[in-house]
């Protein structure tokens, strides 16, 4: 049976003494074998809790734990003349042990959630001589209290006083701390010869690192950042940026189109943005002009993989609306914006071109950063610039006035210019990288160079 408070039969000295032994006594024996139960190796990590919760549950619970039957059984039943010398037990009995054994729960608990390999491993270490006759000694205690408990009944008041000032005063930790220390050592034992654990640290992507730099360039100039979704409508990749229908410059910017959307009308159909541009409309539609943004994002576009060219890549789109904006802000902008980027002895040279959103259109290049626009280095024909000492880089021009019809701005009284570049282009350039597809194979030899 095990132990339970009980009533008092009498409240004289000798009673509760014993009462307060008995108590005690109980309590370290059965932590003597929780002990015992929770290193056992064979056990779950889980049971092992669940014999530590039961023990706390026995114990200390609130309502029913050992602990608060004391105060139940004995407390309220003791005579007017003894309530104070049994509360003055009680309360020793409390302060010393309770905080006590929770300590030992707690750390206990610690124990127990380790896996079955550390304990394991504690058990091997428990192998040892010194480690079986610290398990003797425990032993030895348990046995000794169980035989105390047993002849509790039968001891006079002197052999009680004489238990209970070892077993009360003594600190109820010390024995079982003797065991438990050991354990508690072997558990946290640090073994500081195996190597260390290397956590890397992580290095910003070269491609979104570049992106950042441009986004940047222009925040100084007082750009805000927009951003829009990846999947489009053919409306806003291509319709309001005045490609019509089956207009050729569709041709040069092949995408994948989601499937099954032959019933919906062309310009809801989904497809994946083949460019940034489409933000310039999303941004119109929802702000009046002055409009000053840069949208970073990514575009994907049905072209065969090499080194320049990737079906995934990104861009950062730009767009200035206000009254009298004229081409030379643009080339103003953009001149700076590749000085900010590339160094401040780069030049910059507007080709004409040809894009459906802008009217005028150009082609920025600027020169060669190889060849320092020469087209030649150590006497042999510039690379870079297949010797013509000038780079393209983007596109650009002034916003068509048929743009502002699909956002409803009046191109009588507004005007502006628009740029698109594409990011993984700049990097190549600045970082000096020959191959596009180095910034998707996620090769961390390759991708550590940019930290
Ligand atoms: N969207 C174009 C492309 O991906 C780049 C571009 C050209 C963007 C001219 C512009 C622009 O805003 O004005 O090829």
Known sequence: MPY?????????????????????????????????????????????????KKFRDRWLSRKSGQFSQINELWLKNAPADRKKSVGHLI???????????????EKRGFFVRQSSDAIRSINRIFDDEKGRKLQQETLATQSRMNSLLQTLESLGSE??????????????SEALEAAAKSKDLAVERLDI?????????????????TMNEIVGVFRNLGYSVEEGPE?????????????????????????????????????????????????????????KPPVRVVCPGKVHRNDALDATHSPIFHQVEGLAVDTNITFCDLKGTLDHAMKALFGSSVKTRFYPSFF?????????????IF???KGARDGSPCRNCKASGWIELLGCGMVDPNVYGFVDYDPARVSGFAFGMGVERIAILKYGVDDIQLFFQGDVRFLGQFG
């Open 356 to 368: 459906p959103f802008t009217e005028p259109s150009a082609d920025v290049q600027i020169s060669c």
């Open 4 to 52: 339970t408070v009980h009533k008092l039969n009498d409240y004289s000295e000798e009673t509760m003494l014993k009462a307060v032994v008995q108590f005690r006594l109980a309590l370290k024996i059965e932590w003597f074998e929780i002990e015992q139960k929770i290193i056992n190796p064979d056990l779950t990590s889980a049971a092992r809790q669940d014999e530590l």
């Open 231 to 287: 999947i489009e409508t053919d409306y806003y990749n291509f319709e309001a940026l005045n490609f019509p229908p089956n207009h050729p410059a569709r041709d040069t910017q092949d995408t994948l189109f989601i499937a099954g959307q032959e019933s919906k009308a062309l310009r809801d159909r989904l497809l994946l943005r083949t460019h940034t541009s489409p933000v310039q409309i999303r941004t119109m539609q929802k702000m």
């Open 193 to 209: 010869t195996l190597p260390g654990i290397r956590r890397p640290i992580g290095a910003e992507h070269p491609v979104i690192k």
């Open 159 to 172: 052999e009680l006083q004489k238990i209970a000032i070892e077993e009360f005063y003594v600190d109820l």
């Open 371 to 373: 060849c320092d626009g």
């Open 91 to 105: 309360n020793q009995l409390k302060q010393n042990d309770l905080p006590q054994i929770e300590q030992l729960i």
